[in-house]
């Protein structure tokens, strides 16, 4: 067995076995009920060569934390800022992404979503902000579709929280298989995401009537009204995260 200083592509392909049986395993028992001894006889090292590689449990959840909150809030940002997308577009692409994740890699999130009280305070803290990097993204959608139109005046915050509510929860209840794809299934959220928060049909900006006009100025009259009537206005709705 190579050391830290071992031929990069062999211990690149361990490392990632490594990681993958701790998320396994943290899923299964919970970070807490996990030691690096039930690592290394997952992956079938001693407990010496398994030091070759990580230190610490700390390791593996550092590595599992940073790489799902970057891997996911670039992913999304890219879709944001595409500007030959409308944002319903964007929102079907954004939670299809999403859903997609929670379906192919269920055990990271699920220890993640256990253990994060137990989580160290440096760990928790990477943890939090990727969950909010990918509420800020859906919330902007959100926001650009009410302002172009596209969406009903609702909270954009609460309706993304819903919906990453959604997405989450395809980690504990789907299980993917040769007749149950996650495409279809990622397709359908994504959809449901979309009618949650779109304009009725006939009442899209690209088909106006008066009537319909008065309604929608209605409905963003309802929403200016209920936002200024909350205590401190719009700008002091609670911080949160996804």
């Known amino acids: ?37 039930d690592v290394a006889d997952a992956v079938g090292l001693s407990r010496p060569n398994l030091y070759n590689y990580v230190k610490s ?15 996911a809030a670039n992913s999304l940002r890219e879709v944001r800022r595409r500007t030959d997308l409308d944002p319903a577009d964007k929102l079907r692409l954004l939670v299809r992404a999403l859903v997609l994740r929670r379906a192919e890699q269920p055990a990271q999130f699920r220890t993640l979503d256990r253990s994060e009280q ?34 009903r ?36 959220i994504a959809e449901n995401a979309v009618a949650m928060v779109a304009r009725a049909a006939g009442h899209t900006p690209d088909t106006p009537t008066p009537l319909g006009a008065v309604a929608l100025l209605q409905q963003d009259l309802d929403y200016l009204t209920r936002l200024l009537s909350e205590p401190g206005g719009p700008a002091k709705l609670p911080p949160g995260n996804g």
């Open 1 to 37: 067995m190579e050391s830290r200083g071992g031929p990069a592509p062999r211990r690149k392909l361990l490392m990632g076995e490594i990681v993958d049986q701790a998320m396994r395993l943290f899923a299964e028992r919970g970070y807490d009920g996990t030691t690096l001894q």
């Open 153 to 188: 005046p609702v909270d954009a915050r609460v309706s993304a929280l819903s919906i990453i509510g959604m997405c989450n929860w395809v980690a504990w209840w789907f299980h993917p298989s040769e007749d149950h794809p996650a495409e279809p299934v990622a397709d359908q």
């Open 57 to 71: 449990k700390e390791e593996l959840l550092v590595a599992m934390v940073e790489a799902t909150a970057r891997d």
């Open 118 to 151: 137990s989580l160290p305070p440096e760990i928790a803290k990477k943890h939090l902000r990727g969950r909010r990097a990918v509420l800020k993204e859906i919330t902007g959608v959100i926001e650009e579709g009410v302002t172009a139109g596209h969406f």
